[in-house]
């Protein structure tokens, strides 16, 4: 059951252009939402975070929107970069009923240059 | 340096051997998580730790322990390693509830 899905696996986009990854979370009780950026052999690093009480986050290239009606969030970089090719994740947080973080499977960013 | 280091980096080990993976960090952060990453899964929470005295099982602890040694240790053990262990695993810190910050990575082959 997977209450975090990212749906594109792998996504090609050509430089300067936009980019948007998507996500999709099942469990109501999420009410924090956080996209990682992941290199080949490192660890994935924060990139930009939303809480349920909005419905979009912006920093420099890198928005987030959130549409909780439809349990759905997705990412936008403009213009995208070749710097940008990597793996993001999407994950969902919930701050009741104990610790919970769950991660999407990822979606692996192509940018051509 | 690293905020956030793992021991060791790459390890081969057999079927039934008992394997160690620790997690140093610098950050000053009470909380603690171990995940592993699987093709087509994502990360997956192994178990976390709040502070020193708090442990925590995650969404699959089992075949697994930990131990937090210190405020800036925390390590995961396999006691008896199984094929299907083989994955990338990841420890990571927080300060607040949310936001994550993970070591390299330990990528785990159990023959």
């Known amino acids: 059951d997977q209450q975090v899905k990212q749906n594109s696996p792998s996504l090609s986009v050509q430089e300067g252009r936009i980019s948007i990854l998507n996500c999709d979370y099942t469990?109501?009780?999420?009410?924090?939402f956080l996209w990682y950026k992941k290199y080949p052999a490192e660890g994935p690093t924060f990139l930009i975070s939303i809480s349920s009480i909005k419905d979009k986050n912006e920093d420099g290239r890198f928005t987030v929107f959130l549409n909780k009606s439809a349990k759905h969030l997705s990412l936008h970089i403009v213009p995208s970069q070749p710097g940008d090719s990597a793996v993001y994740f999407c994950a969902a947080s919930a701050n009741t009923g104990g610790f919970k973080t769950i991660f999407g499977a990822g979606t692996r960013l192509f940018v051509k240059a | 340096d690293a905020d956030v280091t793992q021991t060791p980096r790459n390890r081969i080990t057999k079927t039934g051997k008992r394997i160690m993976l620790e997690c140093s960090q610098t950050k000053g952060h009470d909380r603690m998580y171990w995940y592993r990453q699987d093709p087509g899964l994502g990360l997956r929470l192994i178990y976390y730790?709040?502070?020193?005295?708090?442990?925590n099982k995650g969404e699959i602890s089992d075949g697994y322990s930990v131990s937090r040694q210190a405020q800036a240790k925390f390590s995961l053990s396999l006691e008896s390693a199984i094929p299907n262990q083989t994955a990338l695993y990841f420890c990571a810190t927080s300060d607040r509830f949310y936001e994550q910050y993970f070591g390299p990575g330990t990528r785990l082959t159990v023959t």
């Open positions: 469990n109501s009780m999420f009410d924090y």
């Open positions: 730790s709040f502070d020193v005295k708090d442990i």
